[in-house]
């Protein structure tokens, strides 16, 4: 009993070292971007201030109201970029890591799932840095009186940025998120479908809770969810409707 204990065990300790090693290996790959992009940590920072920078009027720019802001938030911004940069790294450990318990089908469409994954992310971090921030710094600059000077604390500044960063790259996730949920057969397309209003309202409570308060910056996330959740419907069909062909082949 005592060997066959150890031996059931076995594979788990496996799976804990090897988790562990694959974790390791982030953390590396994170740190050496970070070591590499340290020497230009102002122009990173700067480049992420740039949309509020350009809306700023007269001689107003960012403030530091910590000793330590003007060091340390420039540190904390590339190491962040190193952690979005190595985004791709960090899905394929992941799935490399589930990849053998997974049958030969789920492989299939793993990897076109992990591919589009990193895009959407990355094409959500951009659509808040091209659309939502100059839509939102307009709005905000352009609504403070005359006799207010508007200059942004630079660490509030970046925990705003980041918030709305990780808030748009998860939201783009949706439609991989619908189209797991269909194909896996949780739930079908017509169910999914037929629950739009809710989903709706959902959005807009996410929206609500992730930007700034103000319907503006609320509803550039809100509607996006919603359209990314009917292309992921779309894709969940045109998936459901290639399950039943194959099906139907085999029989």
């Avoid at 009993?1 to 804990?16: G, V």
């Avoid at 479908?193 to 992730?210: D, E, H």
């Amino acid at each position: 009993m005592s060997d066959q204990s150890q031996d059931s065990h076995q594979p788990f300790i496996d799976h804990l070292i090897e988790l562990r090693d694959r974790l390791l290996r982030t953390l590396l790959v994170v740190v050496v971007l970070f070591a590499c992009l340290v020497p230009f940590a102002s122009d990173i920072y700067n480049f992420i201030a740039n949309p509020l920078q350009e809306r700023l009027v007269g001689d107003a720019g960012m403030i530091a109201t910590e000793v330590t802001s003007t060091f340390l938030t420039p540190f904390k911004t590339t190491f962040i970029v190193s952690f979005f940069i190595a985004i791709p790294f960090v899905l394929y450990q992941a799935w490399a890591f589930i990849a053998p318990g997974l049958y030969k089908n789920e492989k299939r469409i793993a990897i076109p799932i992990l591919v589009t994954s990193v895009v959407l992310f990355y094409a959500g971090i951009a659509f808040a840095y091209y659309v939502v921030f100059p839509i939102l710094f307009d709005f905000f600059v352009g609504s403070a009186h005359a006799d207010i000077k508007v200059m942004p604390d630079m660490r509030s500044y970046l925990d705003l940025v980041l918030k709305l960063f990780f808030a748009f790259g998860f939201a783009f996730e949706i439609p991989i998120a619908t189209v797991l949920l269909i194909w896996s057969g949780a739930v079908d397309a017509k169910t999914l479908a037929s629950k739009r209003p809710y989903v709706i309202v959902g959005c807009f409570l996410i929206g609500m809770l992730l930007t700034p308060p103000d319907v503006i910056s609320q509803s550039l996330l809100a509607v996006p969810m919603w359209l990314l959740f009917e292309v992921g419907i779309l894709f969940g069909r045109w998936i459901t409707l290639r399950q039943v062909k194959e099906e139907a082949e085999k029989s």
